[in-house]
């Protein structure tokens, strides 16, 4: 398997600029979770997902950020509009229930805002 | 979910045993250890988890107290490329599906 797949692995915007990030779950994993990291908050969960439908999004910071899940197999956290805080590596993992605490993490896409 | 505590950092020699310590103290009857590693500028990697009894996989062994209150992770012979942060979480309690990382700590092996 090739393990979660992120894109793009990089990306450098200018604030107010839409930017869109996509992920890719193993194949057969039901839970899909997106992380952010930065230096100042550590690894925090954003939102995620069970068989394609949003559990939990109470860590998504404001309305600027949305997420979707159209499919078993692809996701999207979307910003909109970009601000330079927003500059972080996003991390997407999935898992499979009932053995969800076991995340599978992608390579993560580091977002760059000027 | 319960919290944990970890040294900010510590140092190993290569070959040698890396033993990593955990507290969780608060720790529900329910809940698991899990482990997690985080080499840089990479994606976090899952190791092991327990939740009572020791295990041991491929990668490392995990011993957790007969209170269930601290646990300690052990990589057995350690190499360069274990050099990561790694993180206890316990989890597992409230059927939410989160982990949460805290700082956890900064294993650097040495030559």
């Known amino acids: 398997d090739a393990g979660v797949i992120q894109s793009p692995r990089h990306e450098v915007t200018e604030m107010g600029q839409e930017v869109t990030l996509r992920c890719k779950p193993i194949?057969?994993?039901?839970?899909l979770f997106w992380y952010r990291q930065t230096m100042m908050r550590g690894l925090e969960l954003l939102i995620y997902f069970n068989n394609n439908v949003p559990i939990d999004d109470s860590g998504m910071p404001e309305d600027r950020f949305s997420a979707k899940m159209p499919n078993a197999s692809f996701s999207t956290l979307k910003i909109q509009p970009s601000e330079p805080r927003d500059s972080a590596v996003y991390f997407c993992?999935?898992?499979?229930?009932?053995?969800?605490?076991?995340?599978?993490f992608g390579p993560g896409t580091r977002l760059t805002v000027l | 979910d319960a919290k944990t505590t970890q040294p900010p950092s510590m140092d190993c020699a290569e070959g040698r045993a890396a033993n990593l310590p955990c507290n969780h103290s608060?720790?529900?009857?329910?809940?698991?250890v899990y482990w997690y590693r985080q080499i840089h500028s990479q994606g976090p990697q899952y190791i092991i988890h327990?939740?009572?009894n020791n295990e041991t996989n491929e990668m490392a062994s995990l011993i957790i107290t007969e209170d269930r209150k601290s646990s300690t992770l052990i990589l057995p012979h350690a190499t360069l490329r274990d050099t990561a942060v790694y993180y206890c979480i316990v989890a597992g309690s409230s059927n939410t599906g989160k982990l949460i990382f805290g700082q956890g700590t900064t294993l650097q092996v040495k030559p």
């Open positions: 194949s057969g994993h039901d839970y």
């Open positions: 608060t720790i529900s009857g329910n809940e698991y």
């Open positions: 327990g939740l009572k």
């Open positions: 993992a999935s898992s499979m229930g009932p053995e969800r605490d076991t995340q599978y």
